[in-house]
């Protein structure tokens, strides 16, 4: 059994107006130096596989088919044992 952690973001080039809201949020408190402020997601699944290869290979095709638009989204992927 593996634990796959997938961290989901808006690519670069895509506007992000909840990251901007915050990094309003953020200058409203008074809090200095904080910009280019990105919101994402983070998902954990665990994958049944014989091997990390095996499971990586599954959990990248629920990335790809599921969890990330491809269009807009990028997507970071870490597997390891359960």
């Known amino acids: 059994m593996f634990l796959a952690k997938v961290h989901v973001t808006l690519r670069k080039s895509i506007l992000d107006p909840q ?9 409203t408190l008074g809090v200095v130096g904080v910009d280019e402020v990105r919101i994402g997601k983070y998902i954990e699944f ?25 269009v807009m989204e990028d997507f970071s992927l870490v597997v390891e044992p359960q």
Request: proline fraction near 3%; charge should be neutral; include cysteine.
């Open 19 to 27: 990251g901007k809201a915050v990094e309003h949020a953020v200058a």
């Open 46 to 70: 665990r994958v049944d596989g014989k091997s990390e290869q095996e499971a990586r290979e599954a959990a990248e095709q629920v990335c790809r088919k599921l969890l990330a638009n491809p």
